[in-house]
């Protein structure tokens, strides 16, 4: 059973950066999460929840959404078994609870990457505030 822990979140200004981090746990160094897919999604409040940003097959494949491209960038360290997000530019719009997820039966394409009941393993959220 996969453990995810997010961190990194904070109330930061408008215009600042953040990096959140997801922590994985529960899986073995062959794990078919490691070739599944891992993604953050947020839920801003009174929102429904939103993928933003996906890394499948390793790190062969990264999905963005439109609305996030330019200033977010999803990375993996498979030695720290961390799962990162960096958010540059952040707007007010940013706020919400972020979520790391991770699938490894996923297949990406055609948007499904973005879907939220594509996913299994949730962690249980780092909030981000994006004050003007």
């Known amino acids: 059973q996969v453990q995810l822990v997010e961190s990194g979140g904070g109330s930061v200004q408008a215009g600042g950066s953040l990096t959140l981090s997801c922590a994985v746990s529960?899986?073995?160094?062959?794990?078919?999460?490691?070739?599944?897919?891992m993604a953050w999604f947020r839920q801003p409040p009174g929102k429904e929840r939103e993928g933003v940003a996906a890394?499948?097959?390793?790190?062969?494949?990264?999905f963005l959404a439109e609305s996030v491209k330019g200033r977010f960038t999803i990375s993996r360290d498979n030695t720290k078994a961390t799962l990162y997000l960096r958010i540059n530019s952040l707007n007010p719009e940013d706020t919400a609870m972020y979520y790391c997820?991770?699938?490894?039966?996923?297949?990406?394409?055609?948007?499904?990457?973005?879907?939220?009941?594509?996913?299994?393993?949730w962690g249980q959220g780092t909030q981000v505030t994006v004050s003007s």
């Open positions: 529960g899986v073995t160094a062959n794990s078919d999460y490691k070739r599944g897919c």
């Open positions: 997820a991770a699938e490894p039966y996923l297949t990406p394409w055609g948007g499904r990457w973005s879907v939220a009941s594509a996913y299994n393993g």
């Open positions: 890394i499948c097959a390793g790190s062969e494949l990264i």
